[in-house]
């Protein structure tokens, strides 16, 4: 395998599932996925008065027959979907306590969903962001352009702050259609920046899905001495002993995943919590299950 | 404190353990890259305050209980009287007041304060080791080794006596006996604090500071105050004792506790000659002076005798002893010019009726010639005495004289023993210089023993000469001048009176002053002569002279014959007969205050532990390992308890139970 992140078998077994987006998307080809737009779909959509202008042969006749009034038939038009992978690449997503690093984690979960994506006929673009928005690869639907995605996957390096919510505002304001953001991160920053950013991308109406990235032991945060600290951002250092701490710590993260759950949940985002050292296949299994519609269950 | 194994506070380091291990493990720490370092950072700021505390009270439960292990393992002897001083004692000099007063006791049934002192003393010392135990004891005040603490209290130098205290004399005696003996060592004083032994005033107490700081190495003093409550008690003293003809007349005054308000009846026992009689005696206050009038036997030439009350809660005041010599007569000498003053002079100092009182009238110009050996009292009215009379009258004062002095009328001459008359001062007419208050309770114009006063505010003069020098005056007139002073001289005492018994100057002649206040000063005149069979304990009449056998003839108590020297009683010393009593002062209940302590021992450092003489404070000083051991148990309990991990609350976070579902 040239890509250690990539895996055949995880792949094979979700490739029954469809990614869906759950807002009406705007693509540039016709797809798989709702559009704003009415189309000439087979998805019958509405019936609306026919209006000077309006194409004659769109005019359902069985209706004007029915009721002496002229009718436009309209059909959804469905379109593909564009996603924008953002990767968090900031020095904590280095970090690999119990598990394997997050930014590992990161590009298993970037990689799957953006095969099935490209599999399935959408677009997969690549946003690496450092303590600014570093690499753009824009999306495409090409099967060739997995290989680059990959590519930029596995050559990523993370280090410095994180740059995560001004990539986030970036991407808002650069991609005007409707698009399918995917979030990858550990999300070290604060709520309240990060509630403006995801709200930025809702006001621009994109799917936003985020994948909150944790260690195990940045969770359990279970120390038998000791330690030294050492910010993977800055470098800075402190000693402390963890058993002193440990409670003032974990009510800390508490909260902070609390908030962090509630201003994706008043953002409209898919949040998922994911531990380093859970298995990706019932993670993204679960992903693309609650994302499908409810009535293709 | 003291430890008996002193040596094993040098494992006290060992208490710095835990604190080592901490400031290690501090720097032992694992270096890791943290992601998740914001809520390290808050943790790390909320937790600075509780945490940290506890964390810390778990390092000093876990210091102080190995400091306390060390410590019980070190033998702590602890006390108000040891103090905190680390180390070994190697000498303990016991300065212990055997004064009448130390008999006290603290209640009822308990032993005397010298007596619990004592014991304390010996416990304390028995903790102490093999600590030299050296006593001065107040009567001797000689340094004396004792043995064994065991025997403190059996040895006839701690034993009871009658004796007074000099503290500051001690204290200097304890200084010398350091200065030769080296090594740690410490001073302790037990006393009930007595002002008239402790004597703040005395100027020997800079000598005895001086000696203490002196000591190449100084000493701790410890003050083991025996004061505070005791068991009701009474006393009786003798006053004065006077021979006349074949009675005796004895001044007595019997006292009781300060709380004792209520009239009670005492019997009072007295035994002359061997015949013992009973009477009650009822006691109407605190105190009682009567005088008691004893028929002797006809032709007793001499004879002793005491008084005594029953037992209560200092046995060493119950007894008043008097001696007698044989009879004689009562002589005085009036020196004036013929006429009125001299006539009345004479009837006072000689009344008739009394036939054991002579008095010889002499003129002045004869005063040289003046023979005062068998002479109680010289009455002088006339110019104050130069060149030979002068020197005779000085040295009948020095011997115990009385001389009373009545202005001359004539302009002031040469003064006499720094004594002078003021100019003769007529009263206005028509007035009288009038006598205005006088000393009820001490001097010739002292109120009966009955407590009936002299009518001396009948006395009016119209003529006055003020007496001049440096004396106490017991009586004045109206504006305040003098009319009655007194001197002491050695063991004599010069009289001057501003006016004379002369209708000329005043109605002293009428009697009513004159005549009690004579025959009070010829009493005290007699005493010279009777002084010679009274003492008291520690003075030098009372000790033998070289070549003189000391025999008690008493058996009042139980006498310890090897303490006779300091012990109030009948003595034949040879040829003299001596009553030998209290000191007056040992009844005296002035406690000496803490300031006036301070005062006497500033710069000794001294401690001082109340209450020792209080039988419900067991001991001294005790071993009190079990404490310690008891305060490690507590501080490693305590440090258990403070490391016991925190009632884990289960506080679920939403999206952790479907991470963790989704690990499952």
Partial sequence: MKYDFLDNTLLSRLGSLPIEARAPMLGNVAGKHRSPHRGSSVEFAEYRKYVPGDDTRRLDWKAFARSDRFYIKEFEADTNLRAYFVVDASGSMNFAGRGEAKIQFARRIAAALSYLLVNQGDAAGLSICTDKLHLEVPPSRRAAHLERLFSTLGALTPAGPTGLIHALHTIAEKVSQRAFVVILSDLFTEPAALSDALQHLRYRKHDI????????????????????????????????????IADEYKAALRDFLTAVRAKCHDAAADYQMVLTDAPLEPLLREFLTARLPKSKH | MLFLNPLLLWFLAAASIPVVIHLLNRRRHKTIHWAAMQFLLKATRESRGKKKLRHFLILACRTL???????????????GLLGWGGGAIDVVVLVLDRSASMEIKPGDGLNSR??????????????????????????????????????????????????SADFATLLTRAAEFLAETPGRAEVWLASDLQTSNWQPENERWAAARASLANLPQKPAVRVLSLSGATAANASIRLLGSRRAADELLVDLEVSRSAESQVAANLPLTTTVNGTRTTETLILPGQSLRFQKRLALPAGSKSGSGWFSIPADGNPRDNAAFFAYGPARPTKSVVVAPPGETADYLALAAAPPGFGNQHTERMDPSQAASLNTAEVSTVLWAAP????????????????????????????????????????????????YFILKDWNHSDGPLRDGIDGSPLPADRLKAIRRQIPLGDASQLARWEDGEALLTRRIVDRGTLWFLASTPDYTWSNLGDADVLLPLVQRILALGSERFDASYLTTVGSDAAKALPGESRTRLDDFGSPDPANDAYLAGIFKLNDRLLAVNCNAAEDAPEILSREALDAVLTGTGYTLLEQAGQASDPSLSRDVWRA?????????????????????????????????????
């Fill in chain 2, 384 to 431: 104050l005495p130069s060149g030979a009379a002068a020197e005779h009258l000085s040295r009948f004062l020095s011997a115990g004289g009385q001389v009373l002095c009545f202005p001359p009328g004539t302009p002031p001459a040469k003064p006499f023993l720094e004594s002078n008359w003021g100019p003769l001062t007529p009263a206005e007419n028509g007035k």
């Fill in chain 2, 65 to 79: 209980g190995l400091a306390a292990l060390i410590f019980a393992a070190a033998r702590p002897i602890v006390s």
């Fill in chain 2, 114 to 163: 010298r007596q619990i002192v004592l014991e304390k003393v010996s416990a304390a010392m028995k903790n102490l080791g093999s600590a030299r135990l050296v006593l001065i004891d107040s009567a001797s005040g000689q340094p004396q080794d004792v043995p064994s603490p065991e025997v403190l209290a059996e040895l006839s130098s701690t034993a009871a006596t009658d004796s």
């Fill in chain 2, 628 to 664: 310690f051991l008891i305060a490690v148990l507590c501080f490693f309990l305590a440090e258990a308890i403070l490391c016991l991990p925190k009632k884990i609350t289960v506080q679920v976070i939403p999206t952790l139970v479907k991470a963790e579902t989704l690990k499952s």
């Fill in chain 1, 209 to 244: 899905a985020v994948f909150h990235l944790l260690d195990p032991q940045e969770l359990g945060f279970e120390f038998d001495r000791p330690h030294r600290f050492v910010d993977m951002e800055d470098n800075t250092a402190l000693v402390v002993e963890p058993n002193l």
